[in-house]
């Protein structure tokens, strides 16, 4: 009963991520198939500026969120994608739900 609850509220959270993701301008994503992750595209945030600060790779984007909004992702680099970020699900609904909107916010800022 209680690996049926996990799985129930694990697959929860992957359909709201992946739903939010999905309608975020400027991202497109790789559904997870398994693993508690989501590889988004940020092809379309390359090359632009945040402050000035140009966003040329996944390490920029991952630390400029990190400064800006305050929210930590892993640059698809580690993964030799880079332009991709992971981000994960495997925590509470209400982290993520304030993580995607500060990542959203993020976004919007980015010109």
């Known amino acids: ?3 049926n609850e996990m799985i129930i509220e694990f697959e929860k ?3 709201y991520m992946v739903e939010t993701l999905k309608n975020i301008k400027k991202f497109s994503i790789i559904e997870p198939e398994g693993a508690f992750y989501i590889m ?3 092809d379309k945030c390359l090359g632009q500026k945040i402050n ?3 966003i ?3 390490m920029d984007f ?3 969120l990190l400064e800006y909004e305050k929210v930590a992702v ?3 680099k580690a993964f030799g994608l880079d332009n991709y970020i992971r981000v994960s699900y495997a925590t509470s609904m209400e982290l993520i739900e304030k993580g995607l909107k500060r ?3 993020f976004i919007d800022k980015l010109k």
């Open 56 to 58: 040329e790779n996944s």
């Open 103 to 105: 990542i959203n916010k």
């Open 1 to 3: 009963d209680k690996v």
């Open 74 to 76: 892993i640059p698809g």
């Open 62 to 64: 991952s630390s400029k």
């Open 40 to 42: 988004i595209n940020i």
């Open 52 to 54: 000035g600060e140009k």
């Open 13 to 15: 959270r992957r359909d």
